[in-house]
Structures are given as structure tokens and as C-alpha cells.
């Protein structure tokens, strides 16, 4: 299947309100005219769509990767973008900072929050450039930083782990989360693809 793009869905090249457009990871890339584009995040942007328009055609793979170029503000610690069901229980996020949190919680609530997958030794606020791919294949998931560092983690999921379509998307935050992730510049590009590793970063 075709990757999701997670910034077409939430409207980022319309620039709402909160997101301004912005030199990306590469000013001076030799495939492409002109520098890369990036977009600067806000705390008051607000930024969010039915998770239906990730999947309009098929349902949440079981496995996946998530791919993201990003650049958070030095010694910030929040989510970057969250899935919620239809009953607003959190089931997808990716926590960006200092030891950064794959947070993954399916259908019957596995896993629990006490093991949720946590990459201690990995500071991504620390203001430079990363990319980032985050890979779910049954129960394990692993993490790829700057198409170098591995880290591979257990996720305690179930069998067949299902991720309801019907709720939300959120960038940025959390519902009701005080701590708002904000950037001096941000995703070059954000996507959820139904295949994992061998994937381009």
C-alpha cells in the first residue's frame, strides 16, 4: 500500500494557523530545486483529522513503520503525533526527547503503559537534525536513528493486534496534555507505511 502521509492529511502545505513554512534537513539538495521544506510548529497550533484519512481503504496495518525527519526544540520532551479510537483511549505515539516512548496499546490493551517500549541513551531534543524510523514487526519494535543507530525493543502486543481507524489523529500534543511539542523547525516529512525495515529514511 501507498504510504500515509501524515502532514498532506493534517493540511501542513496550507500552513493553518501555528505552522509556518521553512528550510528543511537539506538547503542545497542536488535531485531537487531549491533546499528541502520543513515546516516550524507553534504551541498554539492545533492540528488534527479523523485517522480515516490515513486509511481511507484499508484498515491499520498490523505492521509498520513510522518515518520522520524532525528537528524538536533543544531539551523539549512531548508527543509528536498520537492515534486515538473512537472512545479517546491514546492506541499510537511517538514521544519525542530525551529517551524517547513508542507508545502502542491495541484493542485489548496490551501492551500496559508500565511496557511501553522506552529508548533510554537517545537524546532527540538535543536542537540538530534527525531522521527517525520506527518499526513494528509482531512483537518486537524497532528504532533507526540517522539511518545509523539500532535499537530494537519487545512489544507485548497481541496475536492479532487491531488499531481502530474511527478516532482521531493528533500532531503536536496529547488531548488535554499541557506539554505541546514545538520546534524551531520540524517534519521535512512524517508517513506510516504498511511494511517494515528495508525502508528508505
Known sequence: GQPADVLKVLDFHNLPDGVKKTTGFCSNRKSTKGPD?????????????PTKQLFPDT????????????K???GSQS????IYNEQGIQQVGVELGRSPVFLFEDHLGKPGPEDYPLFSGINL?????HRIAISVHKKEVTLILDCKKKMQRPLDRSQHSI??????VVFG????????FEVSRSCISCFI???VMGFPV
Open 173 to 180: 500534543t496529547r488531548i488535554l496534555d499541557e506539554e505541546v
Open 79 to 82: 508527543f509528536l503525533m498520537s
Open 163 to 168: 488499531i481502530d481507524i474511527n478516532g482521531i
Open 125 to 129: 531534543s538535543d536542537g540538530k537534525w
Open 59 to 70: 484498515t491499520f496495518p498490523e505492521d509498520f513503520s513510522i518515518l520522520i525527519t524532525v
Open 193 to 195: 507505511r504498511s511494511d
Open 37 to 49: 521544506v520543513a515546516y516550524r510548529v507553534s504551541k498554539n497550533a492545533q492540528l488534527s483529522a
Open 72 to 74: 524538536p526544540k533543544k
